[in-house]
């Protein structure tokens, strides 16, 4: 683990009040944990704007199995960026839902475009991506 530094944060009565419930409401251990997490989030959302940083994204795409022509268009798109997709899980929910959920590793600006494409697809109910770098 990282040596860690201790240093002040000076903030309103008022805000202070509000972070201390969401720390409450989101289980954080400390006002720490929660500021970390926070500054991380920060940090990835500056990485994302960066065309050329290296990110890591999950991809979730859920959409009706009976879309069968689905599976195979998002399985295409994938085979042909196969250098940024490095594992894909398909998850049966229902008898009527499918999950995909597709992990990808590359340049900013190729990964936020497939991602775009893989949740834009028609026949795609919902679909999420959360973007995470080291």
């Known amino acids: 683990m ?3 530094v201790r240093f002040g944060v ?3 009565k008022v805000l202070l009040k509000d972070f201390d419930k ?3 409401k989101r289980g954080y251990s400390s006002r720490s944990e929660a500021l970390r997490d926070l500054l991380r989030s ?3 959302s500056e990485v994302k704007l960066d065309p050329n940083a290296n990110i890591f994204a ?3 795409i859920l959409y009706k199995h009976s879309e069968h022509h689905l599976s195979d268009v998002l399985a295409d798109i994938q085979h042909k ?3 940024i997709v490095i594992s894909t899980t398909h998850i049966h929910l229902d008898c009527d839902n499918c999950l995909e959920v597709v992990m990808l590793k590359g340049k900013a600006s190729k990964v936020k475009e497939l991602a775009e494409t893989l949740i834009s ?3 795609v109910r919902h679909g999420g991506v959360v973007y995470s770098a080291k």
């Open 10 to 12: 000076s903030m309103e």
């Open 121 to 123: 697809v028609k026949g």
């Open 81 to 83: 960026n196969h250098s």
């Open 2 to 4: 990282e040596k860690v």
């Open 22 to 24: 969401l720390i409450e």
């Open 58 to 60: 999950t991809v979730s």
């Open 42 to 44: 920060a940090l990835i």
